[in-house]
């Protein structure tokens, strides 16, 4: 049982760390040296709170849609566009350079994609889903 899921868990961090590691490259560059990209954890740690909420709420027999998994999803979009959003105001307000935008916004992708992956992974109600830890 868990071994079947101890690749996905693996290759699930390894993303994690290599988005974190565009992240710091974009802070802690000599060239760039300004860590106000790092105000994009608070989008990390709040992107995947709204699902969760909502998957604990909703009961997922009714094949139909509900408000509280359109409002968590709406929610997570909001979430998610503001995180893209914030190091392009950073970079034309001349806050950041435009090197670290970029980036910024390839470890955007990559840590978006590790916690996508893991709902897509461990979202399932099957033996090793991520409720039950």
Excluded: H
């Amino acid at each position: 049982m868990l071994s079947a899921s101890l690749p996905a868990l693996i290759s699930l961090s390894f993303g994690g760390a290599i988005g974190l590691m565009f992240l710091m490259l974009g802070c802690a560059l000599p060239v760039y040296d300004k860590y106000w990209p790092l105000f994009l954890l608070f989008f990390y740690i709040l992107s995947p709170i709204p699902y969760c909420i909502s998957r604990r709420v909703v009961d997922d027999t009714d094949s139909a849609s509900n408000a509280c998994k359109e409002l968590a999803i709406f929610l997570t979009t909001g979430i998610v566009i503001s995180a893209f959003g914030l190091p392009i105001v950073f970079a034309r307000a001349d806050v950041i350079a435009w090197g670290a935008c970029a980036l910024v916004l390839t470890g955007n992708v990559v840590i978006f994609g590790t916690i996508l992956g893991f709902f897509l992974v461990f979202g399932s109600n099957d033996d090793f889903s991520w409720q039950q830890w």
